[in-house]
């Protein structure tokens, strides 16, 4: 078998992306994996991923690592921290995030990471676990010609679509920006229009099958509607997305637009309806439960 300069590969973060593109990764590499959670290890290791407890045993030897972290406090940790990563890492092995971090927290990672020879290609990603695991994500990369060359085989096996949006570490970042900034209000705004639909008497499910086959309907619509059905049920919906991530999202989109002195009132609408959410308890909830921020009790849906 002809190596690569990506053969070995660990995947730091196990959660709900980072184990289906770990085993994803296992068809044409070998992979390492971490995660503090024990379970997360076991079904990783079920897939065929060797794991460890440890990020700075689990890097050792590898060419690429593929970070997979839930915000920048995280990623500052794992490379940073008592126990982090760049001082085990061997100069030359390509840092891949995938995290929506924000532009300046991934500018100032790449600017500690080169003096110690460690390329950073940022690279954040939209599509799910689902297409995480069937290497259907859409993946925008920012880095230098010769990182991104270091980084292809593994970003590779992982996207339908691969887009060099340019050259920098953070240019991806901001690509992600703009386009949560899309995602946060069609998620919002589809919880708006599915209350309403409740609260007119219409019934649901008929009307979220008609409104996605016409001009309303949206990718988020599609995805999240069926789940925003569910979220009044007992144990809600099948977490996939959390809510949090999107007060997360969100928030970086707020403060890119105030850095350049730009206005976006939806965006900023949208990011108070999750704000509220998550004050509300749902933080660790599917995203999809925006619609219970709307209407916080299941409208009836039969007219008198």
Same mark, same amino acid.
């Given at each position: 078998?002809?190596?690569?300069?990506?053969?070995?590969?660990?995947?730091?973060?196990?959660?709900?992306?980072?184990?289906?593109?770990?085993?994803?990764?296992?068809?044409?590499?070998?992979?390492?994996?971490?995660?503090?959670?024990?379970?997360?290890?076991?079904?990783?290791?079920?897939?065929?991923?060797?794991?460890?407890?440890?990020?700075?045993?689990?890097?050792?030897?590898?060419?690429?690592?593929?970070?997979?972290?839930?915000?920048?406090?995280?990623?500052?940790?794992?490379?940073?921290?008592?126990?982090?990563?760049?001082?085990?890492?061997?100069?030359?092995?390509?840092?891949?995030?995938?995290?929506?971090?924000?532009?300046?927290?991934?500018?100032?990672?790449?600017?500690?990471?080169?003096?110690?020879?460690?390329?950073?290609?940022?690279?954040?990603?939209?599509?799910?676990?689902?297409?995480?695991?069937?290497?259907?994500?859409?993946?925008?990369?920012?880095?230098?010609?010769?990182?991104?060359?270091?980084?292809?085989?593994?970003?590779?096996?992982?996207?339908?679509?691969?887009?060099?949006?340019?050259?920098?570490?953070?240019?991806?970042?901001?690509?992600?920006?703009?386009?949560?900034?899309?995602?946060?209000?069609?998620?919002?705004?589809?919880?708006?229009?599915?209350?309403?639909?409740?609260?007119?008497?219409?019934?649901?499910?008929?009307? %979220?099958? !008609?409104?996605? =086959?016409? +001009? *309303?309907?949206?990718?988020? #619509?599609?995805? /999240? &509607?069926?789940?925003?059905?569910? $979220?009044?049920?007992?144990?809600?919906?099948?977490?996939?997305?959390?809510?949090?991530?999107?007060?997360?999202?969100?928030?970086?989109?707020?403060?890119?637009?105030?850095?350049?002195? %730009?206005? !976006?009132?939806? =965006?900023? +609408? *949208?990011?108070?309806?999750? #704000?509220?959410? /998550? &004050?509300?308890?749902?933080?660790? $909830?599917?995203?999809?439960?925006?619609?219970?921020?709307?209407?916080?009790?299941?409208?009836?849906?039969?007219?008198?």
């Amino acid at each position: 078998m002809t190596t690569t300069p990506a053969s070995t590969v660990a995947v730091i973060g196990l959660g709900a992306m980072g184990l289906p593109m770990a085993t994803r990764l296992t068809g044409t590499m070998k992979v390492h994996g971490c995660d503090l959670s024990a379970e997360r290890r076991d079904l990783a290791a079920e897939a065929g991923v060797v794991t460890f407890a440890r990020a700075a045993d689990a890097v050792a030897g590898v060419d690429s690592v593929l970070l997979v972290v839930r915000d920048g406090a995280q990623l500052r940790s794992v490379l940073f921290g008592e126990h982090g990563i760049a001082d085990a890492l061997s100069p030359g092995t390509v840092v891949i995030l995938t995290s929506t971090v924000g532009v300046d927290t991934v500018t100032a990672t790449a600017a500690e990471l080169a003096p110690r020879g460690l390329p950073l290609v940022d690279a954040p990603l939209s599509g799910g676990p689902v297409r995480a695991g069937e290497g259907d994500l859409l993946i925008v990369v920012g880095g230098t010609p010769q990182a991104r060359e270091a980084a292809d085989p593994v970003l590779s096996r992982l996207a339908s679509t691969l887009s060099v949006i340019g050259d920098r570490p953070g240019d991806g970042q901001a690509f992600k920006t703009v386009n949560q900034l899309l995602c946060g209000v069609h998620i919002a705004a589809a919880g708006e229009a599915l209350a309403l639909a409740r609260s007119l008497g219409l019934d649901p499910e008929a009307t %979220l099958k !008609t409104l996605d =086959a016409g +001009a *309303a309907g949206s990718f988020m #619509l599609g995805n /999240r &509607g069926p789940r925003m059905l569910e $979220a009044y049920d007992e144990d809600g919906a099948e977490v996939l997305s959390r809510l949090d991530i999107f007060v997360k999202d969100m928030g970086i989109v707020t403060s890119a637009s105030r850095s350049v002195g %730009l206005a !976006t009132p939806v =965006a900023a +609408a *949208a990011e108070q309806l999750y #704000l509220v959410g /998550r &004050g509300q308890g749902l933080g660790a $909830a599917d995203d999809s439960a925006v619609i219970r921020v709307v209407a916080p009790e299941k409208p009836e849906t039969a007219r008198s």
